[in-house]
């Protein structure tokens, strides 16, 4: 079943709440960190 709202804004800020890391925006950004994505991959 879906993880209840609570539960994900919970998540959230405590994810969000750890210095250095960033919050992915987009499915495409959780399939393939910036950091990871060869520049080939970038361009596409």
Known sequence: CPVSKQVWE????MINNIPNLT?????EDIIFPPQTVPP????A
Do not use: D, N, V
């Open 10 to 13: 919970q998540g959230y800020q």
């Open 23 to 27: 919050i992915p925006t987009s499915l």
């Open 40 to 43: 080939e991959a970038q361009r």
